[in-house]
Every structure is written in C-alpha cells, then in structure tokens.
C-alpha cells in the first residue's frame, strides 16, 4: 500500500510540476532577461530512495514533455537528464546522503538546500541558455541571463518550499 501512495503522490507532483510551468509560468520573466524554470523543484525533490532508472526517465519524461511545449528540440530533456543524473554526486558533494532523510528545507536546512539548489539549477540553465544560443556570440549576455534565471527560479523554489510543503516536522 505505501508504494502504491508514493506512486500516486510522484505521479501527481509529476503533473502538477508540469501544468504549473505549461499555463502558469511559461511566459513569466523579469525584464527580458530572468526566466523561471519551476519544474526543476520536481526533480531537486524526488526521494533519495528512488530507483536512479525512475528518476532519470521521469526526468526525460518532463523535459522531453517540455519540449514540446518551448519547442526546443530536446534541449529541456538533455539539461534534466543532467541533472537528474548529477543529483546524487551532488548531494554527496555537500553531505551525506544519511544524515538526509527527505529533500526539503524542513529536513536539510535552509543554507544546504540552497546549495544543493543553486548548484543543479545553475548547471541546468547553463545546457538551457547556451545550447539555444549555440554560439559564443553573445557570451556575457547569455551568461547574465543564465545568472538571472538561476537566481529567479532559486527564489521561486524556496517560496515553493516554505509554502506549499508542511511544517510538521517543526511543530511537534
């Protein structure tokens, strides 16, 4: 039965993720130059116990679905494939994966979580932003878009994180 909610629970964070940056945040961007990627926080969250082939294969699911929608032929699946793949050196880079049990700002803390955020979310919108330009043309400016972006969709998955995740660990 546990099995059974953790596969509907991943199935509908899968969907949510999706449609929240299909018809909500697809045209969100601050000033032409910051963009938000929130479905990221589908992947930074997956558990740490889920089998690697499931986590990278719903991790091209999303981006391949994605790509459809930006028409980006395969750039969104590629950067979340990285990253998926790259969760877990990443994740022993910063700390043990046994003093973790859950990847949330409750369980790992505020300056963990962002470190951990910031460092997949800057290598997924580096293949995003550089592979669209696929030139050095325009590098500074690429690079300030990628900087933007990062920081803009950082943000916007700690506000996710403090406000749609419970606190139950914090008030007992």
Known sequence: MNQQVA???FSLSF???LLIQIFFIHHLELFGLAFCFLYINFILTLPLDANR???LLSAFGL???LDGFYDTL???AFACVLIAYLRSFTIGLIGSKTEITELAIRNTGLSWFVTYSFVLILIHHLVIFFFQQ???EMFLHTLLRVIASSLFTLITVILVQYLL????KNAR
């Open 7 to 9: 596969f509907i629970t």
């Open 15 to 17: 969907v949510i993720h």
């Open 53 to 55: 082939n499931v986590v």
């Open 63 to 65: 981006g391949l679905l």
């Open 74 to 76: 395969g750039i969104h």
């Open 134 to 136: 696929f030139n050095f």
């Open 165 to 168: 995740y419970s606190n139950t």
